[in-house]
């Protein structure tokens, strides 16, 4: 079992919906990070954080550090939104390493 | 001016041969990650430098050694191409890194294919 995992996996949504993808992890942490990837295969960082809740835009991220469990939001979805988000962590003793999820394929249809 | 470029995008090549990939990083960054993209989009952490010293080796093929000629470049060099190394590498970088916690701000990845 991975010491990150996301669900769901693949996901499709209608323009204007409200989407959710969760991340749960097995490790202690220092972060956690949000990261987008195109379908043109560049990384981006959305988020990190190691408490609470963050907002840009219309994108959300959430962590709950004593259920070891963080969301993504995207309100009013946009097909534009339409990429590989990915949940990855730092654990608290490990240099800085980035430990990944499996990504969740997001597609929004107009 | 890109943050964080790598070359080359694209790689073919034969099995057997030896290649190197470049990353260069003008942010400042003390900190410099080399990750695997395999077939399934899965991202792994392969090394990581700061200060141009290695922090990070994550039990990868004694083929691949990176070397960080100064802290804004992280090269990694690929001895005897397999198939199996057919993947994408990302080049990544953050401010300092080693107790987590940091933004890492990643390179356009390069292409590799084995044939």
């Known amino acids: 079992k991975n010491e990150v995992e996301q669900s769901p996996q693949n996901l499709t949504a209608q323009e204007g919906e409200f989407i959710t993808i969760n991340c749960s992890y097995s490790?202690?942490?220092?972060?956690l990070h949000w990261l987008q990837q195109h379908p043109g295969g560049g990384i981006v960082s959305l988020f990190m954080l190691s408490s609470g809740k963050k907002k840009h835009g219309r994108l959300i991220a959430t962590i709950n550090i004593q259920e070891k469990h963080s969301s993504l939001h995207i309100t009013a979805s946009h097909p534009r939104d339409s990429a590989v988000y990915i949940c990855?962590?730092?654990?608290?003793?490990?240099?800085?390493?980035?430990?990944f999820g499996q990504g969740t394929e997001l597609s929004v249809k107009p | 001016d890109t943050a964080v470029s790598q070359t080359p995008k694209y790689l073919v090549t034969q099995m057997g041969n030896d290649k190197s990939i470049k990353c260069e990083q003008n942010?400042?960054?003390?900190?410099m990650y080399w990750y695997k993209q395999d077939s399934k989009k899965f991202l792994k952490i392969m090394f990581s430098?700061?200060?141009?010293?290695?922090?990070i080796n994550e039990t990868v093929p004694n083929r691949f050694s990176p070397k960080s000629p100064d802290k804004a470049h992280l090269n990694l060099h690929i001895n005897s191409l397999e198939l199996g190394d057919s993947a994408v590498y990302f080049c990544?970088?953050?401010?300092?890194?080693?107790?987590?916690?940091?933004?890492?701000?990643f390179g356009p990845g390069t292409r590799l294919l084995v044939l």
């Open positions: 430098y700061n200060n141009k010293e290695l922090i």
């Open positions: 990544a970088s953050s401010q300092g890194g080693l107790a987590g916690g940091e933004t890492q701000y």
């Open positions: 490790v202690g942490i220092s972060a």
């Open positions: 942010l400042g960054h003390d900190t």
């Open positions: 990855a962590v730092t654990g608290s003793s490990q240099g800085g390493k980035l430990i």
